[in-house]
């Protein structure tokens, strides 16, 4: 897990629920996009300030009587970064330096 998943900063999260909700329900499920899906489901997805915004969507799901199938933080998403970047720049000494002959090596 990341830290921003762990409840220190907003993170987009799809939430996806068995069949497919009416559009209407888009108002009550304030900044989150909902998208039927082609296998019957309802993509709901957003950015999540933080974990009590997240079980407060949650219960609006329970309510509805929604089945929930999944909650999944995407933090690629919201970073604006592709998803197989890595999650941490290269620390300061990880740096290109010539040896001793001449050749250059990662220092690690």
């Given at each position: 897990m990341t830290s921003s998943s762990?409840?220190?900063g907003p993170v987009c999260y799809d939430i996806r629920v068995l069949g497919h909700l009416d559009p209407l329900w888009s108002t009550?499920?304030?900044g989150l996009t909902l998208?039927?899906?082609d296998d019957g489901t309802t993509s709901l997805h957003g950015v999540v300030t933080d974990q009590a915004e997240l079980h407060g969507?949650?219960?609006k799901v329970r309510d509805l009587g929604a089945t929930l199938l999944?909650?999944?933080p995407d933090d690629a998403a919201h970073r604006g970064a592709p998803a197989d970047a890595p999650a941490d720049p290269p620390s300061p000494n990880q740096h290109d330096e010539p040896d001793?002959?001449?050749d250059r090596?990662?220092?690690?």
């Open positions: 762990r409840g220190q009550w499920f304030t998208t039927h899906e969507l949650l219960a999944s909650v999944t001793e002959n001449g090596e990662q220092e690690r």
